[in-house]
C-alpha cells in the first residue's frame, strides 16, 4: 500500500487522435503535468472524479475516451520510472 501511495491521488488516462495537442491544451488551460504513456495521456490527481467535466471541457474535441482508476503497481512504477513494465523489457 505505501508504493500505491507515491502516486499523486487517482490515475486518469485520456485517448485522444492527437495526444499531443491534448496535453499542450491541459497544460496551457489547467496548468495540468501529463505523460504520453503507451498511445494514451496520464494524469494523476487527487479526486479525479471531480476533475473529469473540468478537464472535458478544456479541451473540445481532443479527447475520445476518459478513464479513471485507483493506482496499480504499475502506475508506481510508471512514476517512478516514466515507462511501463513492458517497456523495460526491451532494455
Do not use: N, Y
Not at 8 to 16: A, P
Not at 34 to 49: K, N, Y
Not at 57 to 73: D, H, N, Q, R, Y
Not at 79 to 91: L, N
Amino acid at each position: 500500500m505505501e508504493l500505491k501511495e507515491r502516486v499523486g491521488g487517482d490515475v486518469i488516462t485520456l485517448t485522444s487522435r492527437d495526444l499531443p495537442a491534448l496535453k499542450e491544451a491541459l497544460a496551457t488551460k489547467l496548468s495540468v503535468q501529463a505523460e504520453i504513456v503507451d498511445s494514451m495521456l496520464r494524469i494523476e490527481r487527487p479526486r479525479a472524479h471531480q476533475f473529469i467535466p473540468q478537464l472535458v471541457e478544456s479541451a473540445p474535441g481532443l479527447i475520445e475516451s476518459v478513464a479513471v482508476g485507483k493506482p496499480t503497481l504499475e502506475d508506481v512504477f510508471i512514476h517512478v520510472t516514466g515507462h511501463r513494465f513492458k517497456d523495460r523489457e526491451r532494455d
